[in-house]
């Protein structure tokens, strides 16, 4: 059974910074693409990042780049969102997601198949 399981979320002055966890089982996700999605109060989900298991090559949108870095570590089986100088505006709930296809590194929600419970960041200003 495919499980994502995300941690590191909380609560942040402006200016800082937290690194997100997505734990990945189940399966082998050599293949997967793994995204990172986020949802503030009221709004739909956003595309945040996306990296590629096999390859290591990523994606983000353009509000974070500069700021966040996508990374895995192939032996934990863990991807990470590390988050630099967050700004009140990134305070959603972060979601991991997987997707097993992984024919390209879609921004799309609805092309990855698996998603994680999600975890709350909260930036103050």
């Known amino acids: 059974q495919v499980q994502l399981v995300e941690s590191g979320g909380g609560l942040v002055q402006a200016g800082g910074s937290l690194r997100l966890s997505c734990a990945a089982s189940?399966?082998?996700?050599?293949?997967?693409?793994i995204g990172w999605f986020r949802q503030a109060p009221g709004k739909e989900h956003e595309f945040v990042a996306a990296?590629?298991?096999?390859?290591?090559?990523?994606a983000y949108t353009d509000s974070v780049k500069g700021r966040f870095t996508i990374s895995r570590d192939n032996a934990k089986n863990t991807v990470y969102l590390q988050m630099n100088s967050l700004k009140p505006e990134d305070t959603a709930v972060y979601y991991c997601a997987a997707d097993s296809n992984g024919v390209f590194l879609s921004r799309l929600r609805r092309s990855y198949d698996y998603w994680g419970q999600g975890t709350q960041v909260t930036v103050s200003s």
């Open positions: 189940g399966r082998t996700f050599s293949r997967d693409i």
């Open positions: 990296i590629r298991w096999s390859t290591g090559s990523t």
